[in-house]
């Protein structure tokens, strides 16, 4: 069983700094692809930034310049910092993994975290 636990959530000013954090557990040897994803009040569920074990890195236009994603491969940990947040941060953020590479081999994909609430306000 693979587990994804995140914290780092909370509430912040505009303008303000939060740093999420997401851990994996399980019987895994690899994890390719990490990342992070959002979903604010009846809206869909979108992608906030994600790295594989090499280092590439994909995010979205919005968070450019503002957010940045880092991992620990050793740990099976990503992070999240996110500064110069806005209002429209606000949402449930979710950690999720795919190209899981377990203890017996085979490889599976949508890991996802229960999620934490970053609400953005003054």
């Known amino acids: 069983q693979v587990q994804l636990v995140e914290s780092g959530g909370g509430l912040v000013q505009p303008g303000g700094s939060l740093r999420l954090s997401c851990a994996a557990s399980?019987?895994?040897?690899?994890?390719?692809?990490m990342g992070w994803y959002r979903q604010a009040p009846g809206k869909q569920r979108e992608l906030v930034a994600a790295?594989?074990?090499?280092?590439?890195?994909n995010s979205a236009d919005s968070v450019k310049g503002r957010f940045t994603i880092s991992r620990d491969n050793a740990k099976n940990t990503v992070y999240l910092q996110m500064n110069s947040l806005k209002p429209e941060d606000t949402a449930v953020y979710y950690c999720?993994?795919?190209?899981?590479?377990?203890?017996?081999?085979?490889?599976?994909?949508?890991?996802w975290g229960q999620g934490t609430q970053v609400t953005v306000s003054s």
């Open positions: 999720n993994a795919d190209g899981v590479r377990r203890l017996g081999g085979y490889v599976a994909n949508g890991y």
């Open positions: 399980g019987s895994i040897f690899s994890i390719n692809t």
């Open positions: 790295m594989t074990t090499d280092g590439r890195t």
